[in-house]
């Protein structure tokens, strides 16, 4: 996912004042000051925004894990704000780009694995849950994966021995610390058919998702297996992925879990769409889980997660496509608040079938929502601003799980 950060105006100062002490010739050890400079302002704001409120994961104890998504600032100690918010409140945690596959084997054989290992530290030092994400998908996967010697089309037996060697490094690599695999990501079709004809699916068959969790279930047969996708609890897709999953069981496939990624606008999907989805996906013997959700305040034409449905925004159009680039309005904020407010109340009614709920994201700066559709804009997604500090969200899916303590 794709990421927009701003300082706060506190802490572009604590910047300048480093810059301006330093002499010319010295931009090596500026850069380095301005980046402890920030990260001290940030860490000491963030713990400050953390002490008045109890962790969430406390209120969802004995419920289900409840998670977010770690991206490259943060694993390589550039964003404290993001670790100070995901270690709190947080008990599963997710790679946002550092366990995909152009990550971690950009070239052939050489796998690249320092970014996924510090987000297992992290989540094994505060006693939270790693979740990997993800082996197969047609998005953020080098060309190499797909290309035959000399610009011939790739055999099946490459395609699937590359395939396979992939995610048994990978996974393996992983092996009783990575507890979930999302095993295969949005391979269901948004058009006509079911499957999504992507490049693994032409090198090597439509068999490519029941091999690709084989592979996964050789390289560690203790860890949760998971096929991921986006809409799939709206009534055009749910169909197609029950059509899919069914298949994968009657080949006794070693599929465990299936992911709703749950990227949602205020007004959609509907609650009670979604409730009947995991209803279906569970009478088939599978765990749901709700695997990167966040809830868009903004207008857009588009839902879902689709990386290629991008928006373009005239100058004319952003003062309508991008609203709020002084602050959440109040009204929003509760409106928003009461959304979580009745999504969860349904997950809820439903724990004994969810596993975890994943949210994309630690706070509203480090959404990836800031640039999709529409890059550039100013989006406010999460239960948390900018600065780490609670909104009504947080507030109303805290009292949602209380709630449900009390029944």
């Not at 510090?118 to 989540?123: D, G, K, Q, S, T």
């Not at 797909?146 to 690599?173: C, D, N, S, W, Y």
């Not at 109340?345 to 559709?373: C, Q, Y």
Request: proline share 6%; net charge neutral.
């Amino acid at each position: 996912m794709y990421h927009y950060r701003s300082l706060s105006t506190a802490a572009e100062g604590h910047v300048r004042s480093a810059a301006r002490g330093l002499k010319r010739g010295t931009l090596q050890r500026a850069l380095a000051l301005c980046v402890l400079a920030t990260a001290s302002f940030l860490l000491t704001a963030s713990c400050k925004a953390q002490e008045s409120v109890p962790p969430l994961k406390d209120a969802f104890k004995g419920k289900f894990l409840i998670g977010t998504a770690l991206n490259y600032p943060a694993l390589r100690g550039e964003a404290p704000l993001d670790l100070a918010v995901a270690t709190k409140h947080f008990d599963a945690l997710t790679c946002g780009n550092s366990m995909k596959p152009d990550f971690l084997q950009a070239k052939e054989g050489t796998f690249t694995f320092a970014e996924g290992d510090r987000l297992v530290e992290i989540a094994e030092k505060c006693g939270a849950t790693p979740i990997g994400h993800t082996l197969v998908w047609h998005q953020q996967t080098p060309k190499w994966f797909f290309e035959g010697e000399g610009g011939k089309p790739l055999t099946r037996e490459v395609a699937l021995a590359r395939m396979r060697k992939h995610i048994a490094t990978v996974v393996g690599h992983y092996k009783g610390r990575v507890k979930q695999w999302d095993v295969v990501n949005e391979a269901i079709n948004d058009g006509p058919g079911v499957l999504r004809d992507t490049p693994w699916r032409k090198a090597i068959g439509d068999d490519y998702i029941a091999e690709a969790f084989k592979a996964a279930h050789e390289a560690d047969p203790d860890a949760i297996l998971i096929y991921n996708d986006y809409n799939i609890e709206m009534g055009y897709k749910r169909p197609k992925a029950i059509e899919l999953l069914k298949s994968l069981i009657a080949q006794k496939v070693p599929i465990n879990a299936v992911g709703i990624q749950g990227h949602w606008l205020m007004d959609s999907p509907n609650v009670i769409e979604v409730e009947e989805a995991i209803k279906e996906f569970s009478a088939l013997g599978l765990k749901v889980m709700i695997t990167e959700m966040d809830i868009d305040v903004l207008p857009r034409k588009y839902q879902g997660a689709d990386l290629n449905a991008r928006e373009a925004m005239t100058p004319e159009q952003e003062a309508v496509m991008n609203p709020y680039t002084k602050g959440l309005p109040d009204e929003v904020a509760k409106a928003q608040a009461e959304r979580y407010k009745q999504v969860f109340e349904m997950f809820l009614r439903h724990k004994d079938v969810i596993g975890r709920v994943t949210l994309w994201g630690p706070h509203d700066a480090d959404s990836w929502l800031n640039n999709f559709p529409i890059r550039g804009r100013t989006n406010y997604p999460m239960p948390f601003d900018r600065q780490g500090k609670p909104k009504p969200a947080f507030f109303a899916i805290q009292k949602a799980a209380e709630a449900d303590g009390k029944k």
